[in-house]
């Protein structure tokens, strides 16, 4: 975990680095409006409710949220609009034809600076993680808690927690290295998820281990070709790894991807525009989805 270690004046300027820190009190309220409106953006709640949802005035309110994602909650709501997704969903799709032709992970180069993937061997995935050792451990995040599993290699493993069950979610992702030795350590998962969630010009190289089957992977690397701010189709998805009409077997393997966020499954989006189902829920896609575009738009008037 020593390349994972975060050092310690980048934990003055990020605000889930100074919420590890125990820093930072705004984080609930925070996960809680993104949430709420990410259920309710069809209401176009105001900022009088929003704000009464995160426990706030509406003054302190508009400073903090704007703090945390980058942009106003009107604006925030705005990205949640079937019009904008559809907007991005045309973007994304030239954008990453652009990525595949230049062989990049993407025009920013975001996965080639801070991720390195490598998949399983057959013969790995066969034994399911028997003889591994992978540490684990529950974090904060903007999105709620999230739990994170790592190997020697990199991280195999990123879930987030629904209504308190930690049980569920480390289950879930136990599940799948089930023949794995598991040692929890809380203060390495905090450094980690500093890392993940951090600004990408913060961020440090990580690596993932990919564990499934090969088509699967091979959807996943794709995913990892998608922008920070962009969509893309399942139908666009499939005709990128070479598989026209594949469309339900692609949406199989993104819902099964075991390390989310950092393989980015919340950006692939149906070809209507419609945000579609998320592993760790619809309202989390949308908050994810909306805070990735405010910081591509900071990134672009940068």
């Known amino acids: ?16 680095a100074r919420l590890s820190a125990g820093g930072d009190p705004y984080h609930a309220s925070i996960d809680r409006a993104l949430k709420y409106l990410s259920r309710n953006w069809r209401q176009q709640p105001d900022l009088a409710e929003a704000a009464r949802e995160a426990g706030m005035s509406e003054y302190h309110f508009q400073r903090v949220f704007t703090r945390w994602v980058g942009v106003s909650p009107k604006k925030f709501l705005g990205y949640l609009t079937l019009d904008s997704a559809k907007a991005c969903l045309e973007r994304g799709d030239s954008v990453l034809d652009a990525a595949y032709e230049a062989g990049l992970s993407g025009p920013s180069r975001l996965h080639d600076l801070f991720l390195g993937q490598e998949a399983v061997t057959p013969g ?12 684990y451990g529950f974090a904060p995040s903007p999105f709620g808690e999230c ?3 790592w190997t020697g290699r990199g991280v195999c493993g990123l879930g987030f927690v629904d209504d308190g ?12 290295w089930s023949e794995a030795a598991y040692t929890e350590d809380a203060p390495a998962a905090r450094r980690l998820a ?42 666009r998805l499939a005709a990128a790894i070479g598989k026209p009409g594949a469309a339900r077997a692609v949406g199989s393997a ?38 990735e575009q405010a910081r591509a738009e900071q990134g672009r008037a940068a």
């Open 1 to 16: 975990m020593d390349q994972m270690t975060m050092t310690t004046d980048r934990a003055t300027r990020s605000p889930v």
């Open 124 to 135: 790995e995935y066969k034994l399911r993680g028997q003889g591994l050792k992978i540490g």
């Open 147 to 149: 739990l994170l599993l």
């Open 165 to 176: 069950d930690r049980a569920a979610c480390l289950a879930d992702l136990k599940g799948r």
């Open 194 to 235: 500093e890392d993940v969630f951090a600004p990408v010009e913060q961020r440090r190289k990580l690596g993932l281990v990919l564990y499934g089957s090969p088509f699967q992977v091979k959807v996943w690397e794709a995913l990892l070709r998608v922008p920070e701010g962009a969509l893309v189709s399942y139908d």
């Open 254 to 291: 993104v819902g099964a991807n075991p390390i989310s966020f950092l393989i980015p499954c919340h950006r692939a989006i149906r070809k209507t525009g419609a945000i579609g189902d998320y592993h760790w829920g619809g309202a989390r896609k949308l908050a994810l989805i909306g805070w």
